[in-house]
């Protein structure tokens, strides 16, 4: 069982920055998807990011789509998502999720099988 966790989230002003982090504790061999959702009061879960552990490929929603990046660190085991212009509709409980191997619909949360437990992102105006 891969465990996922995440750090970095915090209480930051609009036009701000963020960079949150997501440890996983093993490695379940490299062709699979690492990626970012997140939950607002009262909303679904949405995709944000996720990147291609194997190849480095990433996929962005339209929402962050040049405001955020998406990387990983193979060395450590890391998962990072750097957000740039915060806005008071990013606000939000983030989630680090992996696939199972090869994925196809990386951008869907059902693709997902290990979720961690999820850093909170406020974001004031």
């Known amino acids: 069982q891969v465990q996922l966790v995440e750090s970095g989230g915090g209480l930051v002003q609009a036009g701000g920055s963020l960079r949150l982090a997501c440890a996983a504790s093993?490695?379940?061999?490299?062709?699979?998807?690492m990626g970012w959702f997140r939950q607002a009061p009262g909303k679904e879960r949405e995709f944000v990011a996720t990147?291609?552990?194997?190849?480095?490929?990433?996929y962005y929603a339209d929402s962050v789509r040049g405001r955020f990046t998406i990387s990983r660190d193979k060395a450590k085991n890391t998962l990072s998502l750097q957000m740039y212009s915060l806005k008071p509709d990013d606000t939000a409980v983030y989630y680090c999720a992996q696939s199972g191997p090869m994925p196809i619909a990386i951008g869907s949360r059902g693709t997902y099988i290990y979720w961690g437990q999820g850093t909170q992102v406020t974001v004031s105006s």
């Open positions: 990147v291609m552990w194997n190849s480095g490929y990433s």
């Open positions: 093993e490695r379940t061999g490299s062709n699979y998807a």
